[in-house]
C-alpha cells in the first residue's frame, strides 16, 4: 500500500503493493513523470518483474533504491536489460541511486547474467547509512537487528556510521573488497560517485544525516535515513523556482505596431524581442521605437515557486526526513498494514501499529503525523 497526500498532482503513482501484483496493484514503484517536472524521471525500484515494459519506455533517466533488500534490488538488472532494447545507445547514461554495496551488487547480476544489452549506466552509492537508534543487532552479531520497542522516544542518537565492517560475512562488509572492475562491456561506466553523509546539515533533524545527492540548474535530490531492519533511505526531489511566464497577448501587439521601426533600429526578427523581454531583470524596461515602455512587471508573471516531492522508503519512523520534508508539495509513504473498526474482527489498531513497527513498516495513522508536520 502507498500513501500519496498532495497538495498540487505534480506525481504519478503505478505500483503500490509487492505480495499480490495486478494491473491496478502491482510492485512498489512509483514514478515522478516527466510531463510535471523538469527532472526527466525519477523512479524507485520494487521488484520491478510486472512493471518491466512500463517503465522501460517512461524515458527515465534516473534510478532511486532505497532499501537494501531483495523487494527493492532484484529487479533492477532485469529493468535495466529492457530498457537497453529500447534505448538509444547516445543517450545520456542512467544515473542509479542507493545504498551502499549496490554498484557492486549489479556488477556481479549483469556480468553473471551476461547481459549485454544493458543501458550505459553508472552506480552512485550512499555511504555509512546509519541504523535508527531503536534497532539493536541480535546477539548472533550476524548483521540482523530487530525494533525495540522500548527505545522509542528515549532521546538515543542516531550513529555517525554505516553497517560494513559490523559483520564481517556481510555483503556491505566484503564487496569492497571484490576484484572486479567495471565494464563498459556490461554498460556501467565511469563517474559513479560515492556520497557521504552530512550531520551538519541545516535540515538535519533528530541527529539524522542528510545526503546531498544531486543539484544541477533545475532540481536538488536529497536523501536522509529511514528506520528500517536494512540500511534504507528516503529521498526529497526539489524544485528550483522558476522564472515567470511570459505573457505574449501584452508584447505582441506593442511588437506588431513597431514592427517597421525594430528593423530599421537594427533588430533583423522583431519577433525575438519577446525573448528580450521575458529575461528582463526584475524592475527592467524595454523601450519600444515609438516610445512604448514595456516594464517587466507588465508582462510577466512573478517566479513560480518550485516544488517538492517526499518520497519515504520503508520504514517505521520517517523522522530523519522531517527537516527535508518541510513545505512538501507531494508525500509519498508506504503503509502495510492498518486496523479498521467493523472491517477487522481480530485484533485492534494497537495490536497492529506495534506488528507494523517491528517489521520496520507503518501504518496509515503513522504516516499522517508527518503529513501534518511536512505539508503545513
Known amino acids: 500500500m502507498t500513501c500519496v497526500y498532495s497538495c498540487s498532482r505534480i506525481y504519478t503513482s503505478i505500483g503500490s503493493i509487492f505480495s499480490s501484483p495486478s494491473k491496478e496493484r502491482r510492485a512498489s514503484s512509483p514514478a515522478r513523470c516527466p510531463r510535471y517536472s523538469l527532472l526527466t524521471a525519477t523512479v524507485i525500484t520494487g521488484e520491478c518483474l510486472p512493471l518491466y515494459n512500463y517503465l522501460s519506455r517512461l524515458g527515465v533517466d534516473a534510478l532511486n533504491v532505497y532499501p537494501s533488500s531483495s523487494l527493492n534490488s532484484f529487479g533492477l538488472p532485469g529493468l535495466l536489460c529492457l530498457m537497453g532494447t529500447d534505448r538509444d545507445r547516445d543517450a545520456p547514461p542512467i544515473d542509479i541511486y542507493g545504498p551502499e554495496g ?107 544525516p542528510v545526503w546531498e545527492v544531486e543539484k544541477d540548474s533545475d532540481v536538488s535530490v536529497y536523501a536522509a535515513p529511514m528506520s528500517h531492519g536494512v540500511p534504507c533511505v528516503g529521498y526529497v526531489i526539489e524544485e528550483h523556482d522558476r522564472p515567470g511566464r511570459l505573457q505574449p497577448e501584452n508584447v505582441l501587439p506593442v511588437i506588431e505596431r513597431n514592427h517597421a521601426g525594430l528593423i530599421e533600429a537594427g533588430v533583423r526578427h522583431p519577433m525575438k524581442v519577446m525573448a528580450m523581454v521575458k529575461n528582463l531583470p526584475v524592475g527592467g524596461s524595454y523601450t519600444f521605437p515609438d516610445g512604448t515602455v514595456v516594464k517587466q512587471e507588465d508582462v510577466v508573471e512573478p517566479p513560480r515557486k518550485g516544488r517538492k516531492v517526499v518520497i519515504c522508503g520503508d520504514t517505521a519512523d520517517c523522522r530523519g526526513l522531517e527537516g527535508l520534508a518541510q513545505g512538501a508539495d507531494v508525500l509519498v509513504h508506504e503503509a502495510t498494514n492498518t486496523f479498521l473498526p467493523g472491517v477487522d474482527k481480530d485484533g485492534d489498531l494497537r495490536g497492529v501499529t506495534r506488528d507494523a513497527k517491528i517489521h520496520g513498516h507503518s501504518t496509515p495513522f503513522m504516516v499522517s503525523d508527518l503529513f501534518s508536520c511536512a505539508l503545513y
Do not use: T
Open 102 to 208: 549496490l554498484r557492486m551488487w549489479l556488477r556481479v547480476a549483469i556480468r553473471y547474467s551476461v547481459s549485454r544489452v544493458v543501458p550505459p549506466y553508472r552506480v552512485h552509492e550512499l555511504m555509512d547509512v546509519p541504523m535508527a537508534p531503536e534497532w539493536e543487532q541480535g546477539h548472533r552479531r550476524n548483521g540482523r537487528f530487530y525494533y525495540q520497542l522500548k527505545n522509542e522516544g528515549g532521546g538515543r542518537r542516531w550513529g555517525n556510521k554505516g553497517l560494513a565492517g559490523e559483520d564481517a560475512v556481510s555483503w556491505i562488509s566484503r564487496a569492497p573488497m571484490m576484484n572486479l572492475e567495471p565494464s563498459r562491456d556490461f554498460g556501467e561506466i565511469e563517474g559513479g560517485r560515492d556520497i557521504y553523509p552530512r550531520y551538519d546539515h541545516p535540515q538535519c533533524h533528530d541527529g539524522a
